[in-house]
């Protein structure tokens, strides 16, 4: 296998030492390297020159790829305020002598130690970042999806020591009810309005979103639910199924929840006010 393919395969990036345990002589590298033009950053890094603009940069400080860069390596939900964030965010030591260039850089110690081979932070130092990073919403909806991944526990999150208040508030709070980005923002949102929910409570054979006092139904649709048309159809028939059981169901879009939130709450509210809820 040429040396092109063995990075590409590993996102355009390896570390020396794991081509040596692969197979690979250190004669075979420097050959490959200089006949297939690849990049050899801090004696250790080998990474393609058309490799991702925060790979390129961490390998060259001896940092990682860290805070919002790391969402869509992890699988993560990302933010819609920061879909398609250009300026990377790199991760290095709070001593480095070198600091990335047109990049982000986050100095502070990190809560798990970092792996010499890795150029992309551990999921937990990713979290610790993106609760000083990101608005507390967002970063909410960022953590439980780190949970819903199987990323993390609460648990887990819980025990460790974070080094800032923002992280200790969501490692307190984080759960596992949520199945997306829409539903943690909804539930965070609901929270900071103080407008009690509990998620996941099972009516009519199925688990709703959201369940508010003893009647008030939330069915909450994801960004992609409209490309699903059975599942539509399914959905609908169980919130009728709601309604003649006496439920009130509010069903509300992904733009809804995410883009016009003060309709949504007002909705709610009036819903309450009407006794519906009880």
């Known amino acids: 296998m040429k040396l092109r393919a063995a990075l590409a395969r590993h996102g355009g ?10 197979g690979w002589t250190a004669r075979g590298i420097l050959s490959a390297q200089r006949h297939e033009g690849i990049l050899q950053l801090r004696r250790k890094w080998l990474v393609l020159p058309d490799a991702r603009a925060d790979i390129r940069e961490a390998a060259r400080v001896g940092g990682v790829v860290t805070c919002t860069s790391a969402l869509d390596r992890y699988g993560l939900w990302v933010p819609p305020e920061i879909e398609g964030h250009a300026i990377p965010h790199i991760g290095v030591s709070p001593v480095a002598s070198e600091a990335p260039v047109d990049a982000i850089s986050h100095r502070t ?15 937990e130092n990713v979290l ?11 970063a909410f909806a960022v953590w439980e999806s780190a949970v819903h991944e199987g990323l993390a526990t609460p648990e887990h999150l819980g025990r460790l020591t974070w080094t800032s208040l923002a992280a200790r508030d969501l490692a307190s709070r984080v759960g596992p009810l949520s199945d997306s980005g ?3 923002t909804f539930v965070a949102r609901c929270r900071r309005a103080e407008i009690a929910v509990v998620q996941q409570v099972r009516l009519a054979g199925k688990p709703v979103d959201a369940l ?11 960004y992609a639910f409209h490309r699903d ?14 309604t ?20 949504v709450e007002r909705d709610i509210r009036r819903a309450i006010a009407q006794g519906l809820a009880r």
């Open 182 to 184: 829409v539903e943690s």
């Open 229 to 242: 048309t059975a599942q539509r159809r399914k959905d609908l028939a169980h919130d009728r199924k709601l």
């Open 212 to 222: 508010i006092g003893r009647r008030l139904v939330v069915q909450l649709d994801g």
């Open 128 to 138: 610790a970042h993106i609760a000083t990073c990101l608005p507390e919403v967002p």
């Open 244 to 263: 003649s059981m006496g439920y009130t169901v509010l069903r509300f879009s992904y733009y809804d929840v995410m883009h016009c939130w003060a309709v």
């Open 109 to 123: 110690k990190p809560v798990v130690a970092r792996p010499a081979r890795r150029l992309v932070d551990p999921i």
């Open 13 to 22: 990036w390896r570390h020396r030492a794991d081509l040596l345990d692969d």
